[in-house]
Each structure stands twice: as C-alpha cells, then as structure tokens.
C-alpha cells in the first residue's frame, strides 16, 4: 500500500460571517475537481478543525500525500488577503507550525487549526505534505454573510488549492 | 526567581486562561497575607442572543440557540424545547423524551471526553497541553479520541450533525433513526464504555489537593433517570421546586469585572454541573458507574473540584451505558414530533447540560411569537463559586511561588470546564503582585 491522492478539508461555520469561507472555497474546489478528474481528492467540509483528527483517524501508509486545510485567519493582513502556508511534514519532530502559529488556548469546544495539525503530527497521523490556504477574515457575525472582501478573494483562494493539488499531482506523476 | 505571598501586596494575574472556552482572565489581590479580592474576568462581549429572539417564533428558538455554544449545542436545544413545550401545554411521549436523552448522552460523552483527557488530564499529568502529553502519552490519547467519536457518530446519526445538530424541533425530531443506523453505533459506544472504564484507575490515581467545600449545590432530580433532559429542581439544603420556580430563586446580577452575570440562589453562590449532579442523584447512576466510582474510593458525594476529574470519568461511564441500553431497548416511535399549537404563555425549560444545569424562559403572544427570552447558562450560575474557590485556595496556599500559585489557580477554574462564550450574555486569568 502507498500514499494517494489528497484530502481538501475547508474548515468553518456557514452562518458565522467570514468563518463560512473554508465550506465555500472547498465547494468550488469540489466543483473544479469533478471538472478536472481529480477522482483521488477528497473534499470535506466541516465546523470543528478537531475533525481532522477522525478524517485521519487509521490512515496510515493508506492515508493521503498531502492534506490542504482551508480556514479564515485573523494575521492583521488587509481582509480577503490569500496565504498559502506549507506546515511541515508527518515528522512529530517537526514542530514547524507550532514554531510559527501559537496553539493558542484550545477552548473547551477543541482545537483550534494548529492545535489539532499538531496534535495529529505528534500522534503520526498527518500525511507528508499538509498546506494551510488561510484567508483573512474581516468579520465573524452570526448570521451574517462572507464579506464583500473576503468573497472577492474566493477565485484566488479556489486557485491557491488547485495549485497545491497540482503540485501534488506533478509530483506524483513524476515519482 | 520565587517568592511567597505571606507579606506586602501581591497581585496574581492570568491575561488569557487556556484551556477554557471564550476569553476570560483572573486577578487575585492578596496584601499581608489576607486575600481582598478575587476577580474572575470575561472579557468576550455579551452575546444578545436574548434580545435578538424577541419577535422571532415560538419554532425557532432550538435552532437559534443551538448556535451559542459548539460543545452543547443539545443542551441549547433541549432547554429550548422543553420551556416552549411548557409554554404551550404539550409534553412529549415517552420514546422522543428516550431519543432526546440519546442524543444528549452524545453530547455528554464528546464534551466529557475532550474535558477528561485533553483539558484536565495535562493539569494532572504536569503538561502544558494535550499536544505535549500526546508525546508520552500518546495510548491515552488515541483512546481519548476514540471515545469522543463514538459520541460525535452518535449526535450525527440521531441529531443529523456532529456539531450543531439539525435534527432537533419543538415536540420533538424532524426524523427518527433507523434501528439499524442506531445498532451501527453499538461496537464503537461499547468499546468506548470499555476504554472509559480502563481509563478510570489512571485518572483517579493523580495527587488531589485536599479541598472539600462547603458548596450549595443545585440539579435536576432524578425522576426519569440520572438528570439529563428533564427533572425538577433539588438542592443539598433540601429544597426541592419545579422548574418554574426556578426565578424565585436564582438571582442574576451585573458586576464591574465581568460581561457575564453573576447568579446566586436564595442569596448564595452555588454550583451546577457534574459534582453537583453526582452527589444529588448518586442512586440514579447506571450500576457499571456506580462501580467504577466505588472501586476508586469515590464515596456517593464529592465536595472537591480537584475531584471533578473522577466524577466526568463515572458520568461517560453512564452516558455510554445509557446510549447502549437506550439503543439495545429501541423500536422506533409513531411519530417523530408531536404538535406543538401556539398559545399566549409563559414556559421554562431545564436541563443538564455537560458543564450544568442551563435555565431557559420564554414568553409568547397568542400567535406565537416570542415577547421575551431569558437564558441562564451553567458558567454565569459557578462563577461567584469559582471566585469563593480561588479565594479559599490562595489563602490556603500563600507558601507555594508566585508562578505554582498562579498555575494552581488556573487548574481550579479549570476544573470547572468553564464555557465563556455560554456565560456571555461571559476568561483571562491576573493573580496581581505589586
């Protein structure tokens, strides 16, 4: 058995303002996917980044190459602003995200993103290249829409996945 | 350097306190070895969930509220829908009231197990974190997350979501489970209920502080089982009240420090949630829980927080012995929902969500639409206990260091499992030196 294929996982409340962009960008990437043939990716839209935890849950040698996360981030950027952040590998040794995004307080509802990225890496569960698409949120209001910003920023967003997955691909064709 | 706080003036402070939901901070002011004040601050402005329900109908409170917190979510939604129920004269039958406490016993067992093991434990175990203790302790863990599916499958299939579940209506479900997807959850809630039980000796066994307190505890009663999603209101002085009374005696009032109000019953401060649930309805318990706790030397009360650790463990213990029992009984209902007609009213619903005893009031037109909406979550009800805790802790305590006080008193509001953005209508944690 071998690693293959990718797990797209956008993370975010719908409802929640600018928290909804991760379910957004993951719905146009499965859109894209399906138009593509991407057939060994998988797009999972969720609320809780603890989920990552379960999606990874037994996957082992099996799992997926690579792993891209896509969540709104608060980094003091201009809202709507792209970053495409590569956190290391599977290695628990390689504490790279934790070096750079304080784990924060976890709160009693989970982890946050990095808390649960380390957590996996710590527990051997995430696979060898995992990518954090980030978009910078303007707004969290419950029931208010993505901001106009921060939804300008959706094809850019949608393009730094397919890039990543891209790679992915060229990489594997290549191996 | 480390310093003792038996003289001059000493401020302990927590900006930001991990580990518990929201944001909120504590500041303990100690002079000449006597504590003046003790501060637990919430910093997460107020949530107008209250407000914003006025106007809205009768129907959509379960889903609105739903929304305030991740972790219980049910709870919102079980409260909600009981007042409303109350309101308009309507109880439910016997298997929608079964089905409720099966989708509540999977909020318990993903809330307990996340508290257990990933927020508590590190405390115990010396760790900064889940992460670092994963490293060493990465076995318990992995069985820590498994249990926590197990409860997460279980509020998927019955409330259609893990997180925030949509399945849930006013008298009852849009859809019931199928007997079969429900047996589909047995072996992993069975072998949940085994690693809970395995767990029950390494969790008992850390070091406790030795902080019996003389707390004023209040739950719901016991008449439909182990108070989960219905009962009547008793307390450790005897009292005993139906829900609707539940404003004659708890107070809420505002303090400067905090967002959240500060809740007192018949003029004291007392506690809700796993202790206080525990010791009032100990003979409820599922027998396997009563065991566990018996086989660790947990009498049929418990009076410390420290503790708190060991009475969450007995309550996954019961949780998942309920869901499997509930699960094993059940062959489905007549009806998903009952009607639920509007009517002119007033209506109160209380049930125990993971962290406590959460209070929901509305009040209705004759069409149905909410004139007024009043919810007290468990967090507001502990906080003036918490505060009584740190003081009677730190005053206990004026040998430890500046730092292991500090980090002390973290632990103790930790134990409580406080959710901050619940209280908020509600942490940072400042014990001051100066």
């Not at chain 1, 307080?105 to 995992?130: K, N, W, Y």
């Not at chain 2, 001059?8 to 580990?19: F, K, M, N, Q």
């Not at chain 2, 969790?203 to 902080?211: I, M, V």
């Not at chain 2, 906080?383 to 730190?394: G, K, N, S």
Request: hydrophobic letters at 45%; a negative charge.
């Amino acid at each position: 058995m071998s690693r293959t294929g990718a797990l797209v996982v956008g993370l975010g409340a719908p409802d929640r303002g600018d928290d909804g962009i991760g379910p957004a960008v993951a719905a146009r990437v499965a859109a894209a996917a399906a138009e593509r043939g991407l057939t060994a990716t998988r797009i999972v839209e969720h609320e809780d980044p603890t989920a990552l935890l379960d999606l990874l849950e037994g996957c082992g040698e099996d799992g997926p190459q690579t792993m891209v996360v896509v969540d709104a981030v608060r980094s003091s950027s201009a809202p709507g602003t792209v970053i495409v952040l590569e956190v290391g590998t599977s290695d628990p040794d390689d504490q790279v995200l934790a070096g750079r995004v304080d784990p924060g307080p976890a709160g009693t509802h989970g982890f946050g993103l990095a808390g649960a990225i380390e957590l996996a890496r710590v527990l051997r569960r995430l696979p060898p290249r995992v990518v954090v698409v980030g978009i910078e949120a303007d707004q969290f209001e419950h029931g208010a829409p993505l901001s106009a910003e921060v939804t300008d920023a959706l094809p850019a967003a949608v393009a730094a996945v397919l890039a990543a997955l891209a790679e992915d691909t060229a990489a594997t064709l290549a191996s | 350097m480390t310093h003792k706080l038996t003289s001059g003036s000493h401020v302990l402070s927590v900006e930001t306190l991990a580990r518990v939901e929201g944001e909120g901070g504590m500041h303990v002011h100690v002079q000449d070895g006597e504590v003046l004040d003790v501060h637990l601050r919430i910093f997460e402005p107020p949530r107008f969930f209250e407000a914003f329900l006025r106007g809205r109908s009768y129907t959509e409170p379960p889903d609105i509220t739903a929304r305030i917190c991740g972790i219980c979510p049910v709870a919102y939604q079980m409260s909600a829908c009981l007042a409303i129920e109350d309101a308009c004269g309507v109880s439910v039958p016997d298997e929608i009231r079964l089905l409720r406490r099966l989708l509540y016993c999977g909020e318990w067992i993903e809330s307990h197990a996340l508290h257990i093991f990933m927020l508590h434990a590190p405390d115990l175990l010396g760790y900064d974190g889940a992460i670092e203790m994963a490293r060493d302790h990465r076995a318990l863990v992995e069985s820590a997350l498994r249990i926590k599916r197990a409860g997460n499958d279980l509020m998927t299939v019955v409330g259609g979501r893990s997180v925030h579940p949509v399945n849930v209506r006013v008298g009852g479900f849009h859809r019931l489970p199928r007997r079969e997807e429900l047996l589909a959850l047995r072996p992993a809630l069975v072998a949940a209920r085994e690693e809970s039980l395995a767990a029950m000796p390494v969790l008992s066994g850390f070091e406790f502080p030795d902080f019996d307190q003389p707390y004023l505890y209040l739950a719901l009663d016991s008449q439909n089982g182990y108070p989960l999603e219905s009962g009547a209101l008793i307390t450790s002085a005897g009292l005993r009240a139906p829900v609707s009374e539940f404003g004659t005696h708890v107070v809420e009032s505002h303090v400067a420090h905090s967002n959240a109000l500060h809740a007192s019953f018949d003029g004291q401060p007392y506690v809700v949630g796993p202790l206080a649930r525990y010791s009032l309805n100990y003979p409820a318990l599922a027998p396997l829980a009563r065991e566990a706790a018996e086989s660790v030397g947990l009498g049929p009360t418990c009076r410390n927080p420290f503790k708190s650790i060991i009475v969450r463990t007995v309550e996954l213990i019961h949780a998942l012995d309920e869901a499997i029992a509930i699960i094993d009984a059940w062959h489905g209902a007549p009806l998903a929902a009952v009607e639920v007609p509007a009517r002119a009213g007033e209506g109160h619903g209380a049930t125990e969500a993971p962290r406590g005893l959460l209070y929901h009031r509305y009040r209705f037109d004759e069409s149905g639409t909410i004139l007024e909406a009043e919810i007290v979550p468990p967090t507001a009800q502990n906080q003036p206990a918490i505060e009584a805790d740190l003081r009677a802790f730190v005053q206990d305590h004026l040998d430890l260091s500046h730092e292991e006080l500090t980090r002390q008193c973290e632990v103790t509001i930790r134990t409580y499992d406080p959710c901050i953005s619940c209280a908020t209508h509600f942490l940072d944690l400042t014990v001051e030196q100066v």
